[in-house]
């Protein structure tokens, strides 16, 4: 595993259904990474973006909607672009949050095949991107199941629109990342216990294998040592506080594992490339939905 490609932990929890990132940035860069969750991405005023995805690299137009599959790496650069005001909407949305006996109707076909086709990220048509985008531009101001039935809804369109372009000639080489019944084991441990302090023998332990095992075995499948895997796992939790709740910095921090506050702000900054509050003010648009 390329080590300059990260494994990302979304904000996004096993309970969440969907998250709605809106906002207008000077900046677009995101080193490349990938994730389970899928992602539909719209750029507006974003001409001169480099958009990365698999083994597809190109310079975007003014608007651009695009939606990655699980667990292909996809990237921005800033590259050329020269707009103070990029506009960006992203949804993102568990793999599973339609399930398979859904997908399997008749009436959700095109969507399956949509999903099915994203694994190589889909570039949409200039015109159903212009079509779309009055209705994700007011999806962080919907409510409840209103959203949802309003992102089915888009997902039809999108699915159904003409002119759609595959971007990578390959799928994701990271597929089985979570299919590992030891790694589902750690995901799960750390996720009820990232709050504590959690020691590399416990966990070790729990999987049956050695400390040594162990660490090579992590590093194989997400390209983390456990300490950056446990350390992003806490700041995924810290940056939906940061988004969601009127805590203090040193709050979420210590409520998210971190023992003193300038250790949170250094992973943190190592993790998101801006410090908790720059990243409280830059995400100040986003809408989750349970």
Not at 74 to 90: A, P, V
Request: glycine residues 4%; neutral net charge; hydrophobic residues 35%.
């Amino acid at each position: 595993m390329n080590k300059d490609i990260h494994r990302e932990i979304t904000p996004l929890s096993p309970e969440d259904s969907f998250l709605v990132f809106d906002r207008i940035k000077n900046d677009f860069d995101f080193p490349i990474h990938f994730h389970p969750e899928f992602e539909l991405n719209l750029l507006i005023n974003g001409k001169g973006v480099r958009r990365i995805v698999g083994d597809s690299m190109e310079e975007i137009s003014n608007i651009e909607l695009v939606l990655v599959g699980p667990n292909i790496q996809h990237g921005w650069q800033l590259h050329n672009c020269s707009s103070n005001n990029i506009h960006e909407i992203t949804i993102q949305f568990h793999d599973n949050l339609f399930g398979e006996k859904l997908l399997s109707k008749r009436i959700m076909k095109p969507i399956k095949d949509m999903f099915e086709r994203s694994t190589h990220g889909i570039l949409f048509s200039e015109k159903i991107t212009e079509e779309i985008k009055p209705k994700l531009l007011k999806l962080s101001k919907i409510d409840s199941i209103d959203y949802l039935l309003e992102l089915i809804s888009i997902l039809h369109d999108l699915a159904n629109s003409r002119n759609q372009r595959l971007l990578s000639s390959y799928t994701s080489t990271y597929k089985d990342f979570e299919n590992s019944d030891k790694i589902k084991i750690i995901y799960d441990y750390v996720q009820e216990n990232y709050h504590n302090k959690i020691l590399l023998s416990e966990i070790a332990e729990l999987v049956n294998m050695s400390k040594v095992s162990f660490n090579r075995f992590i590093k194989k499948r997400t390209g983390k040592t456990f300490i950056e895997y446990i350390n992003d796992t806490r700041i995924g939790y810290a940056s939906r506080w940061l988004i969601e709740k009127d805590l203090s910095i040193a709050e979420i921090a210590f409520k998210c594992g971190f023992n003193n506050i300038a250790n949170f702000n250094r992973v943190f900054k190592k993790c998101k490339d801006c410090t908790p509050s720059q990243f409280r003010e830059e995400f100040s648009g986003i809408k989750r939905v349970l």
